[in-house]
Nanobody
């Protein structure tokens, strides 16, 4: 019954912004870390950002620092990724995923995954 649903992707021009949402069901975020990952065609899946459970510690890939902000709304059981100053190289399918408590940069350590939302930065 655990489910993660991403939304908010779309087409945006370079320099634009998007806010991605990851809605969780079947569990609460209180004891789980939520990570955002992305995968572009022909590329490996890479971590973008993560927020841990109780202490809400956040992490960002170097490419995301200063541009992306991860946040959590426990009341809505939702994690957000605010993406500003988007670049063409940000184009990818963005996934949210969860594991217990602590963030990790390795995607394969995360247990549950959403279906992804496409982000395209072009023109």
């Amino acid at each position: 019954q655990v489910q993660l649903v991403e939304s908010g992707g779309g087409l945006v021009q370079p320099g634009g912004s998007l806010r991605l949402s990851c809605a969780a069901s079947g569990f609460t975020l209180d004891y789980y870390a939520i990570g955002w990952f992305r995968q572009a065609p022909g590329k490996e899946r890479e971590g973008v950002s993560c927020i841990s459970s109780s202490d809400a510690t956040t992490y960002y890939a170097e490419s995301a620092k200063g541009r992306f902000t991860i946040s959590r709304d426990n009341a809505k059981n939702t994690v957000y990724l605010q993406m500003n100053s988007l670049k063409p190289e940000d184009t990818a399918v963005y996934y949210c995923s969860t594991r217990k408590r602590w963030c990790d940069s390795s995607w394969y350590l995360y247990e549950y995954w959403g279906q992804g939302t496409q982000v395209t930065v072009s023109s």
